[in-house]
């Protein structure tokens, strides 16, 4: 004898306002703007389980959700599937468990071949928009990561988010980047939106060193991969060369000279810094002046160690500021603040006022940034001020966004190597709020808990992970 039992009914379609909702495993149902302009747009397509009592009232076991939405989006009717009733709590729960354990969300893969096959159809993407109850931006996006054969692998494979997949477009014919950004959506997504920034500032840093170099070979130079060094005996650097009446060589002196050469440095700040060389001085008619050779010699192994982290902290440092400071321009743009946002107001109106004295005087530039309004001329009205006057409800917006931008326009490069009390409060409140840290963020944050007071004056380079803060091992 079977225990499993059939459950058979009949299909009617009923108007979901006179449906009542039975008590459900799910606390509370989510509707989300997108899900009412679906059902708005293509009704409800799958029926949700319902029984009649002995007086007529339908109740709703399990759709809850779509029963909800439907009355939203204004459905005459939708289809309830009418079974017999079972007021047994247990099996109530059960049926609703399976219910939802059954519906499977669609993953981000799953829906942009769904939008791939509407486009085949030949709906345009606010059709498709319009009619999945999706943002036209999601569903351009999704269509360009099908259109792309790593990320329309990736995205199914890997289980990638639409963003996440979208990115690795950006580097096409980069297999390495690709890799390296698959395993960070993989093993720690969080930290997805630094590594994919770093890949970005990299690229353009070399984009800019490949066309430097270009320029350089069309004159005539030999591109060294490597910086001789002052010790080298092959190349001098016309730094500390004299001309023959003791002046400083300069670039244009050595433009038509056999033998010249220069090697390219781009650094985090993304500008291209040459170094140039010839190698036969006599010929030139130059010599070295005095005193310009350094009297230590050639850089220890713990120091080129030393070099390489601090140069790959600065770049990892770059590419964070800007992932940080598009988290800030999202967090001021939101309805809703922090609860403790008054809180943070009044430690930086007073444990950190000379950040917010410094920046206010000079106009607080990264407050308007964050706030995204342009900041007045220096004999026009404030722009904060404006603000506020226009739109009593921001002002609390205006004032956290005056601290942070203060907080914010006192880090540099160097705020990983010496913090301040500032820095340190700075990022342990962002954290705190929700944003991820990057590696060499965490050095500032790190630093504080482990010494309970930031010195000024501490100097030395600290590491972050080498792979994550952008320096290929």
């Not at 247990?90 to 059954?102: C, G, K, L, Y």
């Not at 942009?112 to 931006?137: D, N, P």
């Not at 950040?355 to 407050?367: C, D, K, V, Y």
């Not at 940034?369 to 220096?378: H, K, N, T, V």
């Amino acid at each position: 004898m079977s225990d499993t039992t059939t459950v058979a009914g009949t299909i009617e379609h009923l108007d979901p306002h006179t449906l009542t909702i039975e008590d459900n495993v799910r606390p509370f149902a989510p509707i989300t703007p997108a899900f009412v302009q679906s059902i708005k747009e293509n009704g409800v397509l799958t029926p949700v389980l319902g029984h009649r009592g002995d007086d007529g009232q339908v109740t709703v076991r399990a759709g809850q959700r779509r029963v909800h939405a439907a009355r939203e989006a204004g459905l005459a009717s939708i289809p309830v599937y009418l079974v017999e009733a079972e007021e047994v709590t247990a099996e109530r729960i059960v049926q609703q468990m399976v219910e939802n354990d059954q519906r499977e969300a669609l993953t981000d893969g799953d829906r942009a071949v769904a939008f791939q096959q509407h486009a085949f159809e030949g709906l345009s993407i606010t059709a498709i928009a319009r009619r999945t109850g999706t943002k036209q931006k999601e569903v351009k996006t999704a269509l360009a990561v099908t259109e792309n054969q790593v990320a329309a692998s990736a995205i199914q494979e890997h289980q990638l988010t639409l963003d996440q997949a979208a990115v690795l477009i950006e580097f096409d014919g980069d297999d390495d980047i690709r890799a390296d950004l698959i395993q960070a959506a993989t093993t720690d997504p969080a930290q997805f939106p630094h590594a994919a920034q770093r890949a970005r500032d990299e690229k353009a840093r070399a984009q800019v060193k490949a066309d430097t170099e270009a320029d350089l070979t069309g004159r005539g130079y030999t591109i060294l991969e490597n910086d001789p060094g002052y010790y080298d005996t092959e190349y001098s650097r016309i730094g500390e060369l004299l001309t023959a009446d003791d002046q400083r060589v300069t670039i244009e002196q050595i433009e038509n000279i056999d033998g010249r050469a220069a090697h390219v440095r781009v650094y985090a700040d993304g500008d291209a810094i040459v170094t140039y060389f010839i190698t036969d001085t006599k010929a030139a008619g130059f010599h070295s002046y005095g005193g310009s050779q350094p009297k230590s010699g050639p850089m220890t192994d713990e120091q080129k160690a030393e070099r390489r982290t601090l140069i790959a902290n600065n770049k990892a440092w770059a590419s964070a500021e800007v992932v940080r400071r598009d988290w800030l321009t999202t967090l001021l743009s939101r309805k809703t603040l922090p609860k403790d946002a008054a809180v943070v107001i009044a430690r930086g109106l007073t444990v950190h006022r000379h950040a917010i004295s410094a920046a206010t005087q000079s106009g607080n530039e990264l407050a308007h940034d964050l706030l995204g309004i342009e900041r007045a001329g220096y004999f026009q009205t404030d722009e904060l001020a404006a603000l506020i006057e226009q739109t009593p409800a921001k002002a609390q917006h205006v004032a956290l966004a005056i601290v942070l931008g203060a907080c914010e326009s006192v880090t540099s490069k160097q705020t990983w190597r010496t913090p301040s009390l500032t820095d340190a409060d700075y990022f342990t409140q962002l954290a705190a709020w929700g944003y991820t840290l990057a590696d060499v963020e965490h050095i500032v944050v790190n630093d504080q808990q482990t010494n309970g007071t930031v010195h000024p004056d501490r100097r030395g380079a600290r590491t972050c992970n080498p792979t994550r803060c952008g320096a290929r091992p």
